[in-house]
């Protein structure tokens, strides 16, 4: 949303229509990053405003305290989205924001709650977190083992992602036994 429509939105409208209008601008953005060029400068242009965008759903007491599901997955988007830009600060924002809200909706143990814990792994190795990474990650692998068992394909790829994040620390036998 431009600057002057988005001071505009804030000064004239209540919340409720605020927030209607937050999700609106999501759903478009998401559409637009789906349709959007290769060229990474199409791709830069569209980052400030996923983040506005993100800054005013993501606000507490706002849009975030009652999003639903869909908008959540929307959001997970735009992280993949900013992957594809470089622009792994923010992609970690994100993904922490749609960690919490499926902990949220979803549970603990949920699927989906374990894929973005699984996903925030990835982008704390990828950033050099790598201790981090590895907590999360081992508690990923021990939840989806007990849930999906040692032969499920996401177990599995858990359990590769995990014995690399071990191997870039210098844990070679525990990466080994995994």
């Not at 349709?35 to 975030?64: Q, W």
């Amino acid at each position: 949303m431009h600057k002057l429509v988005h001071a505009w939105g804030f000064d004239r409208l209540e919340e409720p229509e605020q927030a209607r209008f937050a999700v609106a601008v999501l759903d478009l953005i998401t559409k637009a990053s789906a349709e959007c060029s290769n060229r990474p400068d199409d791709k830069l242009r569209l980052v400030p405003h996923v983040m506005a965008n993100f800054d005013t759903i993501a606000r507490p007491g706002y849009v975030s305290d009652r999003i639903e599901r869909g908008n959540v997955d929307r959001i997970e988007s735009m992280g993949f989205f900013l992957h594809e830009t470089g622009r792994f600060r923010e992609k970690r924002i994100l993904q922490e924001f749609v960690l919490s809200k499926r902990r949220w909706i979803l549970g603990e143990e949920h699927l989906g709650t374990l894929s973005a814990m699984n996903s925030l792994a990835l982008t704390l190795s990828d950033q050099g977190h790598l201790s981090e990474a590895a907590q999360i990650g081992r508690e990923v692998l021990e939840k989806r083992r007990r849930i999906l068992g040692e032969e499920h394909l996401d177990t599995l790829s858990t359990m590769n992602i995990l014995a690399l994040i071990l191997r870039d620390q210098g844990y070679l036998m525990e990466a080994a036994q995994i």
